[in-house]
């Protein structure tokens, strides 16, 4: 998708890795926050709600889909608390996780650990050469950056499937 025709988008450039649970750093030792994502049902959407010692932040991110391997056309709206709540009463598939944060030469390694998920890792860039430049840390030891497998819309949706 064009990034000229998405008015008010933001153009995320990240890359994502499965992370080997044995090598990781002591998370409790690091800055953390935790986040309740809500995926719409038949949208690309996602409510969220982050909570750290300091504060509750509630947004509903719109993604474009990829325009290449690592970057994608993203809104995010800043809600209040009333806001959410009504938002929250959509249909969709929830999960819980607590994001850590590991800085490893200078960018900020988002690590998420949510029950029966892969436990996973992912870097925000400011641009593309040095997301593409970048060697990731050594627990991050598959990359799945542009595996529709792994987006968190897909793997929630089959934590939430009824078994068959």
């Keep these: 998708m064009n990034m000229t025709t998405i ?3 933001k153009l995320e450039i ?11 750093p002591d998370l409790t030792k690091l800055p953390s926050k935790s986040i309740e994502d ?12 982050e909570i750290t010692d300091q504060s509750v932040t509630y947004k509903l991110c719109k993604k474009y889909g990829l325009n ?4 994608e056309p993203i809104v995010n709206v800043y809600l209040s608390e009333s806001e959410y709540r009504i938002f929250s009463k959509i249909d969709g ?8 944060y590991y800085p490893f030469e200078g960018v900020r390694i988002a690590i998420d650990v949510a029950k029966n998920l892969p436990i996973m890792a992912e870097a925000e860039f ?18 799945i950056t542009s595996d529709k497998a792994f987006e968190a819309v897909t793997l929630v949706k089959n934590l939430n499937q009824p078994p068959t």
């Design 68 to 71: 290449n391997e690592i970057s």
């Design 93 to 100: 598939n929830r999960i819980c996780k607590m994001r850590y």
């Design 38 to 49: 809500l995926y719409i049902n038949n949208t690309r959407m996602r409510l969220r709600k």
């Design 7 to 9: 008015k008010y988008a």
């Design 14 to 24: 990240e890359r994502k890795w499965l992370v080997c649970a044995s090598q990781l």
């Design 126 to 143: 400011t641009d593309e050469h040095k997301a593409v430049n970048f060697t990731a840390p050594d627990f991050c030891n598959k990359e």
